[in-house]
């Protein structure tokens, strides 16, 4: 597998005594990561984890606004993959529901004994790090299915198979949600 020049690897994987190397998101990768599945049968194991390691990081890293967390989850939910990977049908629903997962234990494991921090008053452009910090306001799964749909474009329908959660309650989740942001990000 030759990587792309512009591709610089961030991080490496070993799986079975071979090294996997991550390389850059490109536009084709974010698109897998957004849904566009690719069949187990189709592409090796480090042809996929190649082609859609970034995206996931990514997904990671809005999850739980923790890069080294989310290398951690990232990698883990590769690791998973790997093992199952002729019984999986929907290696990038497969991944995203593990990520997923991951980002909820990290959260009850970070918040178990933590308070939740009080809403800022003053905030009227959020930049990257306040997103994070208002977002880290929110239950998990509220996160989970805030990010999901508004960084990742994903559907109900994706969001709740993701979540393992009926479609319903991905808009409840959405909506309050939304209701808890307001009241932290203040015009």
């Known amino acids: 597998m030759e990587k792309p020049e512009s591709a610089k690897p961030l991080l490496s994987l070993k799986l079975d005594g071979t090294e996997v190397p991550a390389v850059e998101a490109s536009a084709a990768d974010m698109e897998v ?4 599945d690719v069949a187990a049968g189709r592409t090796s194991f480090s042809e996929f984890y190649a082609s859609s390691y970034q995206a996931m990081l ?3 890293v809005m999850l739980l606004g923790d890069r080294a967390l989310a290398e951690d989850v990232t990698q883990d939910a590769f690791v998973g993959a790997h093992r199952q990977w002729a019984r999986i049908e929907n290696p990038t629903a497969y991944l995203r529901r593990s ?4 980002a909820t234990s990290q959260h009850r494991r970070r918040f178990r004994d933590r308070r939740r921090p009080s809403p800022r008053e003053e905030s009227s452009a959020l930049e990257a790090d306040e997103m994070f910090d208002a977002l880290s306001t ?3 799964r509220q996160r989970a299915a805030l990010v999901l749909r508004y960084w990742f474009d994903l559907s109900d329908a ?3 198979e993701v979540l393992q959660v009926r479609t319903g309650t991905v808009a409840s989740l ?3 949600g939304l209701q808890e942001l ?3 990000v203040k015009p």
């Not at 990561?33 to 566009?36: K, R, T």
């Not at 990520?99 to 991951?102: E, F, M, S, V």
């Open 158 to 160: 994706q969001i709740a």
């Open 182 to 184: 307001r009241k932290v």
């Open 58 to 60: 990514a997904l990671a």
């Open 99 to 102: 990520i997923a997962n991951g």
């Open 138 to 140: 929110l239950v998990p």
């Open 174 to 176: 959405i909506h309050r």
């Open 33 to 36: 990561a957004a849904g566009m």
